[in-house]
């Protein structure tokens, strides 16, 4: 399936426009969301879609930092899916700037 551009449909581009509008100022999203920071995490099976999403970031989000993405294999619903601690522990998060770190540190 193709990007799309429409904002009709639900989209990478819809959300990280919809995330930007509620985060008119770095910290909107404290009485809005009710929530004391933000991240937009992505999860994606692939380096093709996690490097189109990092691109409408870079474009289109009001405060990029806040977005991150990772890869993980396919998961397959019928077979138990294994658990991934190392995507809470290891740095396999990526920023839309490229650099990588852990949800671990991002907490401390």
Sequence with gaps: MEPTKSLKRMSWLKKILMYSAITKEPTSYKSYLGVP???????FQGPKRQS???ELVHKHARFPAQFASTIVPPIDFIMSPRVMPEIYSDAVWTKADGTKFSLREEVR
Excluded: D, K
Aim: aromatic share 10%; charged share 10%; net charge positive.
């Design 37 to 43: 920071n933000l991240r937009i995490l992505a999860v």
């Design 52 to 54: 189109h999403f990092n």
